[in-house]
């Protein structure tokens, strides 16, 4: 007689159990990982939008060089948040030690996007000031309360709602006049940086029309090919527009501030390409 052996049962596989539960495990790393991403991003939307268009409108920016190391730390930090989310996910931990750890790295991420913002806060554009044939773009950590004032001392709050469009004035008092001229000199403070000296733009509209150049005088002034300003400046002449240029400076950039030739209303900005 031939003994018939029993059918295997393949349910009590400790194999197959092993492959469902690290499925499972799988899961939910990945399902953790894309929320975090979700929410991440969505940050990091939020954080892009006020950076580009409340405190730096383009093309400011660009002219602050600050973009490329911006756009680093968010991309690090989107990124990098979610990939350790997916690691230390593990559904077979206890819930409290799930939370603790999801604490440690959303903690880790916002300290870096804080310290982005912080970092972008400090320099961002405060004023747009028409300083007697130029505009000057004045950021907030150069605005100073007076030309005798150390540049941490009292310092004046700057607009959080994007740059403000001024004129300035310089002091009528000659020996005031001179010792601003010094103080510019010795970098402790110009009109542009002391709102104190700030005038409604309204106010310096004709010395803007009357300070405008035309496409060669400017080139000539910022010894640019007049190639390139003609290129910079193509979309207002499409647009039939009558305008004047002015320099634009930021720091050590600059630009080309484009004003309308018969009201002195700042039209646009235009950076000046690098490769050119």
């Known amino acids: ?7 295997p049962d393949f349910s009590a ?44 409108p383009a093309p400011l920016f660009e002219l602050v060089q600050g973009r490329d ?40 991420q916002l300290a870096a996007l804080s310290y ?23 950021l907030a950590n150069e605005l100073v309360s007076g030309i005798n004032a150390a540049p941490d001392e009292d310092r004046p709050s700057a607009p959080w709602t994007g740059p403000r469009l001024v004129g300035a004035r310089l002091p009528q008092d000659a020996q005031a006049n001179s010792d601003m001229i010094f103080s510019a000199l010795k970098g402790r403070g110009d009109v542009f940086q002391i709102p104190s000296y700030f005038v409604d733009y309204r106010d310096v509209k004709s010395d803007v029309i009357a300070h405008a150049q035309t496409v060669a005088e400017i080139s000539k002034e910022l010894m640019v090919e007049r190639a ?3 290129q910079v400046t193509a979309s ?25 030739s018969k009201t002195g209303d700042l039209l646009g900005i235009e950076a000046i390409p690098r490769t050119l």
Request: charged share 20%.
């Open 69 to 108: 190391i911006f756009f680093l730390i968010v991309g690090c930090d989107i990124t990098l948040g979610p990939a350790m989310t997916m690691v230390i996910l593990d559904i077979r931990k206890s819930r409290r030690e799930l939370v603790r750890d999801i604490a440690v790295i959303a903690c880790v």
């Open 236 to 260: 207002y002449r499409q647009r039939g527009l009558a305008f004047g240029l002015l320099p634009l400076v930021l720091r050590q950039t600059a630009a080309l501030a484009v004003v309308d």
């Open 1 to 7: 007689m031939i003994a018939i052996s029993p059918r």
């Open 116 to 138: 982005g913002i912080y970092a972008l806060a400090q320099v961002r554009p405060a004023y747009i000031v028409f300083n007697v044939a130029r505009f000057n773009v004045t």
């Open 13 to 56: 596989d400790p194999k197959g159990d092993h492959r469902s539960d690290s499925r499972t495990r799988l899961r939910a790393r990945l399902k953790g990982a894309g929320l975090h991403l979700v929410v991440s991003v969505s940050l990091a939307v939020l954080l892009i939008l006020l950076v580009t268009q409340v405190w730096y």
């Open 228 to 230: 390139v300003v003609e």
